[in-house]
């Protein structure tokens, strides 16, 4: 289906943005505060509960001792630590202020009034926002449980279409595409409309049948894999993102792109966490022992989980009074657990969760225990400051 821009009536005798622009729901980010709670698990924006790598932090602390310089437009040293990671040729690589930076970039590189967008019902909201802010027209592809269906994004498919959005796995959902499925895309789109696949959670999946899109991104002609550092390696605050993809796609970015989009201590510190490798793991296994943990206790309570690969999982209420997301949110809140309310992405019976500390999984899942038997909501409230 396409969705059709409507604006507000511009009011005369002032500056109006262009048309697309206040048709934007402007990105409301997971909240991080329970108010008059001790103490907050912050379990809404899908970070990591290790953090960044020491080193990653000591590179950071270092840059953060001159600041009077302006930084290397070219992000030479990330660049060369990606390329050294994947062992890919850094000119194939464009680094971006997070993945959003990327995602809007290619928007505006390759997208304007009268073109076409295409993404799945669920995908990363980041999408819709880039198309209006280029001008143009999101066309959204229905899925099929909750997973994108290359079907249903295939036949949307028009002269129109510029781009095609894919987050694999998906934000919400933590549902994702066999690597057989990606390339049966790419291969029934035209040759002109590029692939974008945006593999923000690749780190975390486990499964045989699965690949980044790193080999596409390498060979075709029309795709870019984007990724970020803001997930598994803890640097969501630094604001590091980066794609690889064909020459002449990295060429026309680099035209738009901001000359200092990147800063100082982002470069060194992005350097620093993609050599440590050992980290990265130890991210991996902690996130591989308790998500299936976490989707067999909440399972056990009555609840449905959509099974998942990424470090976080999609929770389903119920349309019961006194059982609603809604209110499971509320309570979660009162014990400073603070999920995420996925409304926003058509699913107003859900909740995300993003997997914690060990601390944090054992809190939701007795909240949710509680929650559930009809126990109230006594929790740690202490009537005090919000930390
Ligand atoms: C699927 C997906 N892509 C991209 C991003 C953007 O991440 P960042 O801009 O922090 O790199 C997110 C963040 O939530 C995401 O979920």
């Given at each position: 289906m396409t969705a059709v821009l409507k604006d507000p009536i511009p009011a005369p005798g002032r500056p109006e943005p262009r048309p697309g622009v206040?048709?934007?729901?402007?990105?409301?980010?997971?909240?991080?505060h329970a108010p008059g709670v001790e103490k907050v698990f912050k379990l809404s924006s899908n970070e990591?509960?290790?953090?960044?790598?020491?080193?990653?932090?000591?590179?950071?602390?270092?840059?953060?001792?001159?600041?009077?310089?302006?930084?290397?437009?070219?992000?030479?040293?990330?660049?060369?630590?990606?390329?050294?990671?994947y062992g890919l040729d850094p000119a194939r690589?464009?680094?971006?202020?997070?993945s959003d930076e990327i995602l809007n970039l290619v928007a505006h590189t390759y997208v304007g009034p009268g073109d076409e967008v295409i993404f799945s019902e669920h995908g990363f909201l980041v999408y819709k926002i880039a198309t209006l802010a280029s001008g143009g027209t999101p066309v959204v592809a229905k899925e099929r449980d909750l997973t994108a269906d290359v079907d249903?994004?295939?036949?949307?498919?028009?002269?129109?279409?510029?781009?095609?959005?894919?987050?694999?796995?998906n934000n919400p959902t933590g549902t994702y595409l066999p690597f057989d499925e990606v390339r049966r895309l790419h291969a029934g789109l035209p040759a002109n409309v590029l692939l974008v696949l945006d593999a923000a959670y690749?780190?975390?999946?486990?499964r045989n049948d699965y690949e980044t899109g790193l080999e596409l991104a390498l060979t075709?002609?029309?795709?870019?894999?984007?990724?970020?550092?803001?997930?598994?390696?803890?640097?969501?605050?630094?604001?590091?993102?980066?794609?690889?993809?064909?020459?002449?796609?990295?060429?026309a970015m680099n035209r738009v792109r901001g000359p200092f989009n990147m800063n100082t201590p982002a470069l060194l510190a992005g350097a620093a966490a993609i050599a440590d490798a050992a980290?990265?793991?130890?991210?991996?296994?902690?996130?591989?022992?308790?998500?299936?943990?976490?989707?067999?206790?909440?399972?056990?309570?009555?609840?449905?989980?959509?099974?998942?690969?990424?470090?976080?999982?999609?929770?389903?209420f119920p349309d019961t009074p006194g059982r609603t997301a809604k209110e499971a949110d509320a309570f979660l809140m009162k014990r400073g657990l603070v999920l995420r309310q996925v409304a926003s992405y058509g699913l107003p019976?859900?909740?995300?969760?993003?997997?914690g500390t060990e601390e944090a999984n054992h809190l939701v899942v007795a909240a949710l225990t509680d929650f559930m038997s009809g126990n109230g909501p006594a929790g740690q409230e202490t009537g005090g400051k919000d930390k």
């Open positions: 206040l048709a934007i729901e402007a990105y409301v980010p997971g909240k991080s990591t509960p290790l953090g960044p790598s020491e080193k990653a932090l000591a590179a950071f602390a270092e840059a953060g001792r001159k600041l009077e310089d302006y930084p290397d437009g070219s992000a030479t040293v990330l660049r060369q630590a990606i390329a050294t990671a690589i464009i680094c971006g202020a997070g249903a994004i295939l036949a949307l498919v028009t002269p129109q279409t510029r781009l095609v959005f894919l987050a694999n796995p690749a780190e975390y999946v486990r075709a002609d029309n795709v870019l894999m984007s990724r970020t550092f803001s997930k598994i390696h803890g640097l969501a605050a630094l604001r590091i993102g980066w794609a690889v993809g064909p020459a002449h796609v990295i060429d980290h990265v793991e130890k991210a991996v296994a902690h996130n591989a022992r308790w998500l299936p943990w976490l989707t067999e206790q909440i399972e056990g309570l009555g609840l449905k989980v959509t099974p998942s690969v990424a470090n976080f999982l999609l929770i389903h019976h859900a909740l995300r969760m993003t997997v």
